[in-house]
């Protein structure tokens, strides 16, 4: 899954950087036309990578990608649903210590 992921980012920023590079040949500079296309793909993965961080921080909605980002929102939310489940459990089993004595 997480190669997918990796494989999923790398064709965002080739296929952006390719079509900013597209449109720079048409003004005779591809150079530029790549390095826009850059940024604008670090812009984008900005933009995601701060939508990770609000909802980590509970202040948004978990971030809906297929790439990256997605894949460590996922990651996140197995995480928690584990650790949850760890500590409901150990909760039942110190209830169930403390009836005992």
Do not use: C, H
Not at 8 to 26: C, H, K, Q, Y
Not at 32 to 47: D, F, K, N, P, T
Not at 80 to 85: A, F, I, P, Q, V
């Amino acid at each position: 899954m997480q190669q997918i992921a990796w494989q999923r980012e790398f064709l965002r920023i080739v296929f952006i950087v390719a079509l900013a590079t597209a449109a720079g040949m048409s003004f005779d500079k591809p150079f530029w036309g790549a390095l826009v296309g850059l940024v604008v793909s670090q812009i984008l993965m900005l933009r995601r990578l701060n939508e990770l961080f609000r909802w980590s921080n509970n202040q948004g909605p978990a971030p809906q990608d297929s790439g990256l980002v997605g894949y460590s929102a996922d990651v996140l939310i197995r995480r928690e649903r584990t650790l949850n489940k760890k500590i409901k459990k150990q909760g039942k089993q110190l209830k169930r210590i403390a009836e005992g004595i």
